[in-house]
């Protein structure tokens, strides 16, 4: 899913960042937000609607809608469009309104 | 989360690096202003980070640069002022007072900043529309399928659904062909496209078909979008049963318009109007972009809904008189301020900007 050859733009391969979504290991690149590896893993299903569980993929993609709020290493409601993916960083679908949490 | 200790005082805050945010900061820099920029972002720019395509209006806002190109530019010219130039990227402005105290959170952390000035440049957000599954993973804002491929080299899918013939639709259509993605079809509610025909001509000559008079009627798909219903319009826009023709595609772009995010200028008490012509709520400024409240100025889309190329030009001249009313000297002000005022005239005056017109007619705002 990633895009290969591109007339403007150069993706030169980067440095690969393992990370992992529900317990399972995956690749990401170097200067990938957690959405964008999600997806490039094939990963569209993000979080789900509130009340009726819904599925939901994100929209916005810019940190605006919401609909891609994840549990990120242990933190809920993480806007993973416009956070930078890290090594070793821990993605889970959130079920529901996020919980109360220590830092 | 942590809290700050101390509130940090500032003297001019932007918030939002997009085209109208990264000039507002050179105007005020110039002038010899202390400035901090605020963006939710790891990258500066807003929308101009994903913008492969060469920029229309005039040379003067860099027509035939590429967005990303001129970014470079715009980044470029604020190097130059150093530590005068604070730059929060990561950091999201989570409230906004009457007396200028902004709330942040930035890793975590959060604190305060008192500004003396505040520049509010936030840009918009696309809107989407009403249909049966309208919610399902892998329907995306064009906007947002721009930012996965341009950004990020990640493709949406391999068969796109286009819901919307605006500049944006038409453009983001195209690059994502250049990504190597397939785009189906291209629906447009109106009876005729509504973007500048050389994009349109563009993609009509790669095959894409251009339908008119049709909208999507719903998507098909459990998890995610596996199908799509689309459906004929009449003339009082209502779909047509019995005209529906199904597409496989496995992603929909929806492309409908941007509506300003105006909701730090309805906290921080700034009046905002409703005008449909400039995207939604719009605040109402005076012909220095000041808002209501004092010391609180807005340029760039969330002032309503325009080009890229405009927003420069309104950012550039919210700084200017930001600077001014911060008590600096601005060399050859007035010369600056008539220049840039009939550079934003030049951009505004095409039949494609007849609406851009009428709403600020509406709000009662001289362009």
């Known amino acids: 899913m990633r895009v290969n050859q591109h007339p403007i733009l150069s993706f030169d391969t980067k440095e690969e960042i393992t990370f992992t979504f529900n317990g399972k290991p995956m690749k990401g690149m170097m200067g990938d937000t957690i959405a964008s590896a999600l997806h490039a893993n094939g990963v569209k299903k993000l979080s789900e609607s509130i009340h009726l569980k819904r599925p939901r993929g994100f929209y916005c993609a810019i940190g605006n809608c919401a609909s891609c709020n994840m549990i990120v290493d242990g933190k809920p409601n993480v806007r993973t469009c416009i956070t930078p993916l890290k090594e070793g960083m821990r993605v889970e679908f959130q079920h529901g309104k996020g919980h109360v949490y220590e830092t | ?367």
């Not at chain 2, 013939?165 to 259509?173: A, D, H, K, P, Y």
């Open chain 2, 1 to 367: 989360m942590e809290r700050g200790m101390y509130m940090r005082h500032k003297e001019a805050v932007i918030i939002g690096a997009g085209p109208a945010g990264l000039k507002a900061a050179k105007s005020l820099c110039e002038a010899g202003a202390s400035v901090t920029i605020i963006d939710r972002n790891k990258d500066l720019g807003g929308q101009l980070t994903k913008q492969t395509h060469k920029f229309f209006g005039s040379e003067k806002q860099y027509a035939s640069v590429r967005g990303i190109e001129i970014l470079k530019i715009l980044l470029n010219d604020l190097l130059e002022y150093g530590t005068q130039c604070e730059i929060l990227n990561e950091t999201s402005v989570v409230g906004l007072y009457h007396d200028k105290v902004i709330a942040c959170v930035k890793d975590d952390k959060f604190f305060k900043i008192k500004a003396e000035s505040i520049i509010i440049a936030t840009g918009a957000s696309e809107k989407s529309i009403p249909f049966e599954n309208n919610d399902l993973p892998g329907i995306y804002a064009a906007g947002a399928v721009q930012t996965l491929m341009n950004q990020y080299g990640v493709k949406p899918g391999d068969k796109v659904l286009m819901v919307g013939s605006g500049n944006i639709g038409l453009i983001v259509s195209y690059q994502l062909m250049q990504a190597g993605v397939e785009v189906v079809k291209l629906v447009e509610a109106a009876p005729s496209i509504s973007g500048y025909l050389v994009h349109a001509s563009k993609i009509q000559r790669l095959g894409v078909d251009i339908l008119t008079q049709t909208s999507i009627k719903r998507a098909i798909g459990k998890e995610q979008v596996e199908k799509v219903e689309l459906w004929n319009l009449d003339e009082t826009w209502q779909g047509m049963e019995g005209s529906e023709q199904t597409l496989e595609v496995d992603t929909v772009c929806i492309s409908v318009g941007l509506a300003p995010l105006t909701e730090l200028l309805m906290q921080v008490g700034a009046e905002v109007m409703y005008v449909r012509e400039l995207g939604g709520n719009v605040p109402k400024i005076d012909h220095r972009y000041q808002t209501t409240v004092k010391g609180v100025y807005a340029c760039g889309d969330v002032c309503g809904i325009e080009e890229a190329s405009s927003a420069m030009v309104e950012g550039a001249l919210s700084g200017i008189h930001a600077a001014f009313d911060l008590g600096y000297t601005i060399d050859d002000e007035k010369r600056k301020v008539k220049a840039l005022k009939e550079e934003l005239k030049f951009l505004r005056s095409g039949p494609h900007a007849a609406k851009i017109r009428a709403g600020y007619n509406k709000l009662g705002v001289m362009i």
